[in-house]
C-alpha cells in the first residue's frame, strides 16, 4: 500500500483527505487502483490509459517523467505526490472589467 | 623572551616571502589583505580579499577551504603578514606565502591597486547585522545595494518579499500590480493598511517601502502584465524576478519573457494551507514550462476569491522566495534550482520534488515551439 497526496485543489474529489491509500506495483497499476476506490480523484489525474499534461506525477520525490512514466515501480510505503500547477499569489479576485481583451488561446497550448 | 624585533626575524626564516613578480606568477592564488578595514579602504590589490588578521584564523576556511590553495597575503610592510603566514601554515595550508615589501612596495612600484567602495557610516550602521556575515558583509551589502529586483503582485506574496527587500538595502525595487487596496486584503498583505484602503497597490506598497529604507528606489508600474506591457517594462533592466502572480496568463507570460531575456524567477504560489516555492534560472535549470507546460484547465485553476488561504501562508512563502532572491543577489548558498518546495502549513511539513529541464520544453528546450508572447485568456472564476 503506497500514500497518496492529494493536492488542496483536488480534495472534494477525496471527501476532503489530505492522503488516502492506493496500491498497486507501477504507478499504472495504482492509479488504476485509486481510480477504482475514488473515481472522482482518478478522473482528474488519469484517464483513457495516461496521466493528464497539467498534473505531475512524483514518487518518492522524482517525477515519473523523468523516470518510467506510467511503468515507474512503487514501492509498498512509497509516497506518490499529485501536483497540478497553483497560480494563487494575492488570491485577489480580478475586479470587474479586468477580464483579458486577449486573442484566442493557442490551441497548442491552452487545453481550453 | 624575545623582543618583537627577534621573534619577527625568526617567523620570517621561517615562512616563505615572494617578491611581486615571483608572487604574480602564482597560478590560481588567493590574495589575501591582513589589514585593517580602515587601510583596505584606501586602496588593495585588485582581486584580493579582505579578512583583517584578528579574524584570519576564523574566516580563512571560508574563503579558502582547500588547504593546497596557493594563499599570498600581504600587509602593510610585510610584517603581520609573515606571522599570518605562520599561522595558515599552522593551520594546515601546504603553499602559503607573504607578500614582499606589502601593499607600501606594491604602490610604490606603481603596480595597479583598486580603491574599494565603501559604505557610508549610515549605511554600515543600518547593514551592521549584514556586514557581521563574512559570506555577505560589505562586498554583499554593495551588491544589495546595486541590484534590480522587480516583484510581480504586491499582494500576499509580494507584501513580505517587498519589506524584507527593502530592509536589506535592495537598492532597486520594481512593482507591477493594478489593483487597489480593499478590505480583504488586509487580512495576509501586510505592506498595505488601513490608511491605504482604495489607493493603488504600488502607491501604498511604495509608501511602506520608503517609510522603512529610503535607500530603496521604488519603480511603480500601475498595470496589469501583458504582451504588450512586458518588454516595456523588462527593458528597465531587473537582475531578478519575485513571481507572485495571483493567475496563469501572468505565470506563463513572465516564464517565456525570462527564459528569453536569460532573468531568473522566483517562484511562489499559495493555496489555502500549502505553498510552493522554486527558482527557475534560464538554462541552468528548468523553467516554469519544463514543470508545467501548459495552463490546468479552468476547473483545475481556482486561483480566486473562491480558494482562500491561511493569512500567514503567503508570509511564509513570501519570505522563502525572498531567501531565495537575496542570496541570488548576493551569489551565495545553493539557490533553490531544479528543486520545488512544498509546504503544508496544516502538517508543518515541507517536502521537495526533484524538477528537471525537459529537452522538449516548448520554451527552454532544444526545438521550442514558442517563439513569441501567448494571452491566455483568464480562467480564474470571476
Not at chain 1, 483513457?48 to 499534461?53: C, E, F, P
Not at chain 2, 621561517?14 to 588567493?30: F, H, N, P, V
Not at chain 2, 584580493?48 to 580563512?60: D, F, N, Q, T
Not at chain 2, 488561504?309 to 512563502?317: A, C, D, E, F, R
Amino acid at each position: 500500500m503506497s500514500v497518496v497526496r492529494v493536492p488542496p485543489v483536488l480534495r472534494t474529489e477525496a471527501g476532503g483527505a489530505r492522503e488516502v491509500e492506493a496500491s498497486g506495483a507501477t504507478l499504472r497499476e495504482l492509479l488504476e487502483d485509486l481510480s477504482v476506490r475514488l473515481p472522482a480523484l482518478g478522473s482528474r489525474v488519469y484517464a483513457d490509459g495516461s496521466i493528464h499534461s497539467f498534473v505531475n506525477v512524483y514518487v518518492d520525490g522524482e517525477d515519473v517523467r523523468t523516470r518510467a512514466g506510467l511503468d515507474t515501480p512503487v514501492r509498498d510505503g512509497s509516497t506518490v505526490i499529485l501536483l497540478p500547477a497553483m497560480a494563487g499569489g494575492s488570491l485577489t479576485p480580478p475586479a470587474a472589467g479586468r477580464s483579458r481583451a486577449a486573442g484566442p488561446p493557442s490551441a497548442a497550448a491552452c487545453p481550453r | 623572551m624575545p623582543t618583537y624585533r627577534e621573534l619577527l626575524q625568526q617567523t620570517k626564516s621561517e615562512i616563505s616571502e615572494l617578491d611581486a613578480r615571483a608572487a604574480r606568477e602564482k597560478q590560481g592564488a588567493l590574495w589575501v589583505d591582513v589589514r585593517e578595514a580602515d587601510e583596505w579602504q584606501e586602496g588593495h590589490l585588485p582581486g584580493a580579499v579582505h579578512v583583517p588578521r584578528g579574524y584570519l584564523e576564523s574566516r580563512i576556511e571560508s574563503v579558502a577551504p582547500d588547504r593546497s590553495t596557493p594563499v599570498i597575503l600581504y600587509c602593510a610592510a610585510a610584517n603581520r603578514s609573515a606571522f599570518a603566514a605562520k599561522t595558515l601554515e599552522e593551520l594546515g595550508y601546504t603553499d602559503v606565502h607573504s607578500l614582499a615589501g606589502g601593499f607600501t612596495d606594491w604602490k610604490r612600484n606603481g603596480l595597479e591597486i583598486v580603491m574599494p567602495r565603501t559604505l557610508s557610516p549610515e549605511r554600515r550602521t543600518r547593514y551592521s547585522r549584514h556586514l557581521l556575515i563574512p559570506e555577505i558583509g560589505e562586498e554583499g551589502q554593495l551588491k544589495l545595494l546595486d541590484a534590480k529586483i522587480l516583484l510581480i503582485g504586491a499582494g500576499g506574496l509580494g507584501s513580505p518579499a517587498s519589506l524584507y527587500l527593502a530592509a536589506a538595502g535592495v537598492g532597486t525595487l520594481g512593482i507591477i500590480d493594478a489593483d487597489i487596496v480593499d478590505e480583504t486584503n488586509l487580512q495576509r498583505q501586510i505592506v498595505h493598511s488601513l490608511d491605504g484602503l482604495g489607493a493603488p497597490k504600488v502607491d501604498s506598497a511604495k509608501r511602506a517601502i520608503q517609510a522603512l529604507n529610503p535607500d530603496v528606489d521604488v519603480v511603480t508600474y500601475r498595470e496589469r502584465l501583458t504582451s504588450e506591457n512586458i518588454d516595456r517594462i523588462l527593458d528597465d533592466g531587473w537582475d531578478l524576478i519575485v513571481d507572485g502572480a495571483d493567475n496563469f496568463p501572468t505565470r506563463y507570460l513572465v516564464n517565456d519573457a525570462s527564459v528569453w531575456r536569460g532573468i531568473p524567477v522566483i517562484h511562489g504560489s499559495i493555496y489555502r494551507f500549502e505553498g510552493q516555492v522554486t527558482v527557475f534560472k534560464p538554462h541552468e535549470g528548468p523553467c516554469y514550462r519544463c514543470l508545467f507546460p501548459e495552463p490546468p484547465p479552468p476547473e483545475l485553476a481556482p486561483s480566486c476569491a473562491e480558494g482562500g488561504v491561511l493569512g500567514v501562508l503567503p508570509g511564509i512563502v513570501g519570505t522563502l522566495q525572498t531567501n531565495e532572491a537575496l542570496k541570488l543577489a548576493v551569489g551565495i548558498g545553493e539557490p533553490l534550482v531544479g528543486r520545488l518546495l512544498l509546504f503544508d502549513a496544516l502538517a508543518t511539513e515541507f517536502s521537495e520534488v526533484k524538477i528537471e529541464r525537459r529537452e522538449d520544453c516548448p520554451v527552454c528546450g532544444t526545438h521550442p515551439t514558442i517563439t513569441e508572447y501567448i494571452d491566455y485568456v483568464e480562467f480564474c472564476a470571476r
